[in-house]
């Protein structure tokens, strides 16, 4: 059975930065690509980034850019998100996934993610 299991959640002043992990059970990360996703109150769940399998490449929504940082450290099976420069609409849920979508378009879309962790709560205050 897979399992993720996210943290590094918690409190932060705009401006500060966090780093989000999520240990995987079950499935060998590399195997996979690997995202990162966040819900807002009130709305629908984001795409934040993907790390391909095998190749490693990253993806990153537009918002994200240069602010966040997708990683796989592949002998601790463990996916990581370094955000910097965090703002109060970076406020959420944020959920790891993991799946086999193929291209960008593809990997936007938390249909092709197969599995998912219980998410950790981020919290950007002003």
């Known amino acids: 059975q897979v399992q993720l299991v996210e943290s590094g959640g918690g409190l932060v002043q705009a401006g500060g930065s966090l780093t989000l992990s999520c240990t995987a059970s079950?499935?060998?990360?590399?195997?996979?690509?690997m995202g990162w996703f966040r819900q807002a109150p009130g709305k629908e769940r984001e795409w934040v980034a993907t790390?391909?399998?095998?190749?490693?490449?990253?993806n990153y929504a537009d918002s994200m850019k240069g602010r966040f940082t997708i990683s796989r450290d592949n002998a601790k099976n463990t996916l990581y998100l370094q955000m910097n420069s965090l703002k109060p609409e970076d406020t959420g849920v944020y959920y790891c996934?993991?799946?086999?979508?193929?291209?960008?378009?593809?990997?936007?879309?938390?249909?092709?993610?197969?599995?998912w962790g219980q998410g950790t709560q981020v919290t950007v205050s002003s």
């Open positions: 790390i391909t399998r095998t190749t490693g490449n990253t």
């Open positions: 079950g499935r060998t990360l590399s195997s996979y690509a």
């Open positions: 996934a993991t799946g086999n979508p193929r291209t960008i378009a593809t990997m936007r879309a938390a249909y092709y993610y197969d599995y």
